[in-house]
Each structure stands twice: as C-alpha cells, then as structure tokens.
C-alpha cells in the first residue's frame, strides 16, 4: 500500500472518491477541508492510499501542537464537523475477506504515518456514519465508543408523517401558524442573525460558541447549493433559526435551534423542525438525519425524538499516550468545570 499526501492538484481526484464511494459526505469534500484547516489552527494532512496503481480510498487528517500533546483529528475540534475519517472507493463486489484486507492494509499505512512522520501521542477519529466497521482501530490500540443521530424517513411523504405525530403536537403546528409564527428560508444575513442568537443563548448558560463566524460564511459561500437557511418568526421578529446541510439523498440538520429567547408559545422551534421536514418531502429527499441529537445519557427528553425518528449509530476511535491522557483528563475534571465552557478538548483559545 502506497501512502501519499494529497496536493491542490489532486483535488478533482480527491473528491472524485469522495463523491463514488459510500463512506463520503460533504465534510470530505476537499474545498471544505481546506476552509476547515484555515480556521482551526491545524494542519491538514490528505493521504491518499494506493495499490497496484489505483486510489483505494483516502482520510484526512488534522495536527497540532499543543506544549507536549502532538494530536491528530478526524475531523479537528472547532469546525463542526461530526464525522470524518477513511472513505473507500471501488468496493462494492469485494468478498469479506478481501475487504478486510483493504481496509487493515490502508489502516496500517495510516498508523504508520500518525506514529512516524507525526509523532502524534493523541489520536481521535470519528467514522462516517456509513463506515460501520471499526474493528481495525480496536485491533490496533484505539478505545472505540459509539454516537448516535436522529433519521427521519422522509419517503412517505408529509402528509402521512404529520398523522403520525400525536394529536397535541398536530393542535400545537395549526396553532403555531394560526398565531402568526413562520418559517422562511434565507442566506447570509440569516446566517448572522442565527449565529448571534447562538451566542446570547449560550452566554446565558455560561457557554461559549467554538465556530468561528468567518469559517460559517467561507462554507457558505462555497458550497451555497448544498446549504439551506431556516429562520423563525414570532411578531415579525426572528427568534429561531437552523442551518442545514443538503446531500445526495439526505437533508441535514447542522447548526442553529437555539431557543428563543422569551418565551413563546406554541414553541417556534417545533413549527421549524415540521417546516423543515416538510421542504425534505417536497424536495424529495429520502431522509432528515439530526446530527448529534440523539445524545449518549438519557438525561432528558430529547427535542428532535418528537416526530418519531429511527436511531443511526456511528463510531469513533481514540488512543492516547499517558502525558495525553494526563492532560485530557486534567482538563476534564479541572479546567472544564472550572471556567463552565464548553470548549473541545484540549484545543486552547476558543474561537468565537
């Protein structure tokens, strides 16, 4: 197996994979990794694995430094991505056994690297949720835990969805319109407004925002085709707003549903997440997946279980050294609780 790092002039080669193979989504994508790297004060690296000539498949990998952590991610910490890691191409047809043997060769070549040219000492890599084998990260080392996501099935059509919610919550959704509370789609502007309210809400709750608002608006301006911009109105004003993400076959939701800010009844946020299921079905999408919202603890009722979605599982892997599990833990149980934030792990300034 060779093993090569990708230059700009591999990149219609890099996403040609990205876009054949089933484990690639937009995070993949090459013009967003480089906006990724530009704002997350990481260094990319995108190896290409190849055997008897052909790309088999390609993970990109994110560095840095940090005092003695020498750390390597998959997707990095600021970017808002939940998954990255292997994408591979041209497999379908392949028995088990010559699978496995694809996928440990180009799992070696990648060890190697992260050990060898990085020296890295703190490793954490989240799979696409189509990758659902982690086998070869457990077999080499890595602690391997499970997330999980919400998916709607979108196929039956608006119409059957809504008489399948209870009869309050279809009360709830007439009243909300009959009030005068909307749905609309936008673009920059919106973007803005949305991130703002991000910002207040979670200043409230002694938080702080990670995304840098000038890595939103670079992703926006470069893949506006696969983004789209839901904001909420009460009394004419703005009070909720949610970035989703359109590909393929599936709609996503990403970044935004913050509550409002006063209270509002019916509640806004349940009126967006109908209009938005709605859009999916009229655009004929197969699914709606909620990123991250299914949650690890059942600690409270989730918000995006209310209109009876299906469970995904998706994997990541992670393996320290001892200097960096003293320092992952160190900030866990101190620095965290200490400055109430939610900052990723050891990832110094916030970005936002």
């Known amino acids: 197996m060779e093993l090569r790092i990708a230059q700009n002039a591999d990149a219609k080669e890099w996403d040609r994979i990205i876009a054949e193979s089933p484990h690639g989504t937009l995070f993949h994508h090459w013009d967003w990794l480089k906006i990724t790297e530009k704002h997350t004060r ?13 790309s088999i498949g390609i993970i990109p990998l994110f560095f840095q430094k940090n005092g003695p952590v020498r750390m390597v991610f998959s997707p990095p910490p600021h970017a808002a991505i939940f998954y990255l890691g292997p994408v591979f191409v041209g497999i379908a047809g392949l028995t088990q056994e010559k699978w496995e043997i694809l996928y440990m060769d180009f799992h070696g070549s990648v060890e190697n690297f992260i050990k060898n040219d990085l020296n890295a000492n703190y490793i954490h890599i989240a799979l696409s949720p189509s990758l659902q084998d982690p086998r070869p990260f457990t077999w080499s080392g890595y602690t391997v835990g499970s997330s999980y996501d919400y998916v709607t099935d979108l196929r039956n059509g608006a119409d059957h969805l809504f008489q399948s919610l209870d ?16 749905t609309e789609m936008g673009g920059q ?3 803005n407004l949305i991130l703002d309210l991000m910002t207040n809400r979670y200043e409230e709750q002694t938080k702080a925002v990670t995304v840098s608002p000038g890595y939103i608006t670079d992703v926006y301006d470069k893949f506006k085709d696969n983004i789209a911009v839901f904001v909420t109105r009460n009394e004419g004003e703005i009070v909720t707003g949610l970035i989703d ?3 393929r076959d599936t709609l996503y939701s990403w970044i935004g549903n913050p509550k ?16 938005i299921i709605r859009y999916g079905c009229e655009r004929e999408y197969k699914s709606l997946v909620t990123m991250g919202a299914a949650g690890n ?4 009722t989730y918000y995006a279980s209310k209109f009876d ?23 866990t149980t101190i620095l965290k609780p200490f400055f109430g934030k939610t900052m990723p792990y050891l990832c110094g300034k916030r970005m936002m």
Do not use: C
């Open 42 to 54: 990481t260094k990319l690296f995108p190896l290409i694995g190849i055997k008897d000539g052909v």
């Open 167 to 182: 009869k309050k919550q279809r009360q709830d959704l007439n009243r909300a319109k009959k009030r005068g509370i909307s």
């Open 189 to 191: 502007k919106e973007i």
């Open 245 to 247: 993400l359109q590909y």
């Open 260 to 275: 409002p800010r006063r209270p509002v009844s019916p509640s806004p946020n349940d009126l967006m997440a109908w209009e």
């Open 297 to 300: 603890e059942r600690l409270h």
């Open 309 to 331: 979605p299906g469970l995904s599982i998706r994997y990541h892997a992670k393996k320290t050294s001892f200097i960096s599990g003293i320092f992952e833990k160190g900030y």
